[in-house]
């Protein structure tokens, strides 16, 4: 009997590890499903320019179609490095405290770009659910101005 109860829950904790493994392999942790996902270069749909400036993004207000991956080249014409990370608002929010009190942070995040002033950089996402999509650079005293909004129109 004992035999049995062993038997049964290393099956049950089998499925168990089975399960969870298979809810992180359907969403990537890294970022919510709500904004997309890093996007596969060679099925780009279109290329949106953004500038950095000290300290807004232009344009900050961006139009997509459900579906479509975009390359976002983003060029810095600032004279003081930027950032521009793609997520919900709330997680920018939270990503701009972190930077506040850890200053010079660089992530190697594939939904963010930090860019030294001069400096392009590129970011191909892939926005698979419609609704509004946010970017930002987090920096301190940067926050507040240089936000954007990406309205995902549904296909
Ligand atoms: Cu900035």
């Given amino acids: 009997m004992k035999k049995h109860i062993a038997v049964f829950f ?7 590890v089975s399960v ?10 890294a970022y919510p499903a709500v904004i997309g996902e890093p996007g596969d270069p060679a099925k780009v749909t279109r290329t949106i320019e953004i500038k950095a400036f000290d300290n807004h993004f ?6 997509v179609v459900q579906g479509e991956t975009v390359r976002f080249i983003v060029k810095n014409e600032g004279l003081k490095r930027h950032e521009m990370v793609i997520d919900t608002l709330e997680n920018l929010k939270e990503h701009a405290k972190i930077t506040r009190s850890n200053p010079g942070l660089v992530r190697e995040d594939p939904n963010y770009l930090n860019m030294l002033p001069g400096e392009q950089k590129e970011l191909v996402w892939h926005f698979t659910e419609s609704g509004i999509v946010h970017f930002a650079c987090g ?13 995902v129109e549904i296909k």
Avoid: T
């Fill in 139 to 151: 920096y301190p005293g940067h926050f507040k101005g240089m936000r954007g909004k990406i309205n």
């Fill in 10 to 16: 290393s099956i049950l904790m089998f499925w168990v």
């Fill in 58 to 63: 232009l344009p900050a207000e961006i139009n």
């Fill in 20 to 29: 969870s493994a298979d809810l992180n392999h359907k969403h990537d942790s």
